[in-house]
C-alpha cells in the first residue's frame, strides 16, 4: 500500500481541494532520490542559517525527514516549492533519499504557493519577507486588500512591510542577517538621508539599542534640525528689524521681539516684574 503525505498545515491550508487532485505519487513510498531535486530559482528565502541547517541536519540523522518536501516534475529532476531548508539538512546529513509529495503546478502557481508558504511558515527574514508581498502583487496582480485577504494578514502589516524595501541597502542587509530587528527598520524609515540612516544603524548595533532608545535619538535628531531651520529663518530676516531690534534692546535692556509681516507687524518688550514694566514705562514716559 503507497504511504501518503500530509501537505503540512501552511500549505495544506493554501491549496484548494480540487488541486490536491494534482498530487502524483511517484513510487509507493513517494521518497525521492535527493540527488534529483533542485533548488527552486523563484525560491523568496535567500538566506539559509547554516548553524540552524547544522542543527537540523542532526536532528535528521536520528529521526529522519519527518515532514515531506512538496517538489515539482521538471524533465528528470524535480524543482523544490517548499522544503529546501529540509533538503540541505537532508545533504549533510548524508541522506539518501526524501519523502516528498510531487505536484503538477504551472510555474505561476509554484511561484505562488513557494511565495505563500514561505510566508505562512514565517521562514523569511523581513526584507525576503517583504520582497515575497511586492512580487505577489506584481506577478498576480494583487492590490494590498487583496493579498491581505489572500495571506490572512492586515494591510497595515504588509504595507509596513512593503515600505523596509525604501531603507538603504546597507541598512537592509542588517535585517537580513538579524542585527537589527524590524520594529528598528522601521523607525530608520523616519530619516529621508540613507547615509545617516546608516550611520544610526550602526549605533544600534554598537550600542545594543532597543527600539525605544532608538526613538529617543530620532525624536533628538529632529529636534535639533527644528532648532536649525529657526536659526536658518531668523538669518533671513530683514536686516533691517534687525537692526532695529538690537537698537530697541540696548534702549530698553530686556528681550525684544519683532514680528513682521508684509511691511505689517508687532513690537513686544519682555519685562520680569511690576518694577521692570514701570521702569520700561518710564523710559516710554507713559
Known amino acids: 500500500m503507497s504511504k501518503k503525505f500530509g501537505l503540512g498545515k501552511g500549505l495544506g491550508a493554501l491549496i484548494p481541494e480540487e488541486q490536491e487532485e494534482k498530487i502524483i505519487e511517484k513510487n509507493e513510498s513517494n521518497l525521492i532520490s535527493i540527488n534529483l531535486i533542485k533548488p527552486n530559482n523563484e525560491q523568496p528565502r535567500t538566506y539559509f542559517d547554516e548553524q540552524k ?3 537540523l541536519s542532526e536532528s535528521i540523522k536520528e529521526y529522519g525527514v519527518i515532514q515531506p518536501l512538496i517538489l515539482k516534475k521538471e524533465k528528470s529532476n524535480y524543482i523544490i516549492i517548499a522544503g529546501e531548508r529540509r533538503w540541505r539538512a537532508a545533504k549533510k546529513a548524508g541522506v539518501k533519499e526524501v519523502p516528498a509529495v510531487i505536484m503538477d503546478l504551472s510555474d505561476k502557481e509554484v511561484l505562488e504557493v513557494s511565495l505563500i508558504e514561505n510566508i505562512q511558515r514565517q521562514d523569511l527574514n523581513p526584507i525576503e519577507e517583504a ?3 511586492e512580487k505577489l502583487l506584481r506577478e498576480f496582480e494583487l492590490t494590498q486588500e487583496e493579498l491581505s485577504k489572500k495571506l490572512g494578514k492586515s494591510r497595515v502589516v504588509i504595507t509596513n512591510s512593503l515600505r523596509l524595501l525604501k531603507l538603504d541597502d546597507r541598512v537592509k542587509d542588517y535585517l537580513i542577517d ?6 528598528h527598520g522601521r523607525i530608520l524609515l523616519s530619516i529621508g538621508d540613507k547615509n545617516l540612516q546608516y550611520t544610526i544603524a550602526q549605533r544600534v ?3 545594543d539599542l532597543s527600539v ?3 526613538e529617543g535619538i530620532i525624536k533628538n535628531i529632529r529636534e535639533n534640525k527644528n532648532k536649525d ?3 536658518e529663518k531668523s538669518k533671513k530676516i530683514n536686516p533691517y528689524y534687525v537692526d532695529v531690534k538690537e537698537k530697541l534692546q540696548q534702549k530698553f535692556d530686556t528681550k525684544i521681539n519683532i514680528n513682521s509681516k508684509r511691511n505689517k507687524g508687532k513690537i513686544e518688550i519682555e519685562y520680569y516684574s511690576e ?3 514701570q521702569r520700561i514705562l518710564d523710559i516710554l514716559q507713559v
Open 212 to 214: 525605544r532608545a532608538l
Open 53 to 55: 541547517i547544522l542543527e
Open 229 to 231: 531651520d529657526n536659526n
Open 275 to 277: 518694577e521692570d514694566l
Open 131 to 133: 520582497i515575497a508581498y
Open 178 to 183: 538579524g542585527v537589527i530587528s524590524e520594529g
Open 205 to 207: 548595533i554598537d550600542e
